[in-house]
């Protein structure tokens, strides 16, 4: 099946730095991808959709000036944490939509744990 | 907003026993996802499911539309299928992405 990447997949991280997390579509190309945050003991909540060459598209109550997506080709999409605080500490998960020849679904990266100390 | 609720939150059984995870969404949808978190958080997409059933292994997912909801089983449960199972709902069109269910935590216990 479709694999979709992530990098890195542990990053600790000084308060006040920023950190940029990767995720690609290794075998297909994805004009669209999803960014997920998970909080311990909590469901994924979608942060924004990547779309290639558009902006992306906040969910509300996310800061669109502190998570900065870049979705620069089909296969890559990088989330930036700016100046990240220790409450940004999560799991981020992408995933990406496969428009497929019968059937459109989406794969899911593994994950980046990031700890902002 | 679909609210996406499962039941139950969490689960431990004997192996071999046959579980049922339930899921219910409140608006109606295009799909419905049942994934599968591991304890180190990566995620596995289990099924993909609009209507009826599907199978994969000893997995089964059935979904209702009339009734919005679906269920995960797994027959011949075995202690590695202890993980998070998560349903997700796609309500299509758009850009938008999944809704997600908080999970079921599953323990099968040797």
């Known amino acids: 099946g479709a694999v979709v990447s992530q990098h890195p997949s542990w990053v600790i991280c000084k308060s006040g730095t920023s950190v940029k997390i990767e995720c690609r579509s290794l075998?297909?190309?994805?004009?669209?991808m999803f960014w997920y945050r998970q909080f311990p003991k909590q469901s994924l909540m979608l942060m924004a959709t990547s779309n290639e060459g558009s902006k992306a598209t906040y969910e509300q109550g996310v800061e669109k000036d502190k998570f900065l997506i870049n979705h620069a080709s089909l296969t890559l999409s990088t989330l930036t944490v700016t100046s990240a605080h220790p409450e940004d500490s999560s799991f981020y998960i992408c995933s990406a939509r496969d428009p497929g020849p019968f059937q459109e679904t989406q794969y899911f990266g593994p994950g980046t744990r990031l700890l902002v100390l | 907003k679909n609210e996406v609720e499962q039941s139950p939150q969490n689960l431990t059984a004997q192996e071999g026993e046959f579980i049922t995870i339930n899921c219910s969404y409140s608006v109606g949808i295009s799909a419905l996802h049942w994934l599968q978190q591991h304890p180190g958080g990566g995620i596995v997409s289990l099924f993909m499911?609009?209507?009826g059933k599907k199978k994969h292994g000893r997995l089964i997912a059935t979904i209702n539309i009339q009734e919005k909801h679906s269920s995960l089983h797994i027959t011949a449960s075995h202690p590695r299928d202890s993980a998070v199972y998560i349903c997700?709902?796609?309500?299509?069109?758009?850009?938008?992405?999944?809704?997600f269910g908080k999970g079921t935590h599953l323990i099968i216990q040797p």
């Open positions: 499911l609009s209507s």
């Open positions: 075998d297909f190309q994805a004009t669209t």
């Open positions: 997700a709902a796609h309500s299509g069109g758009g850009a938008d992405g999944l809704t």
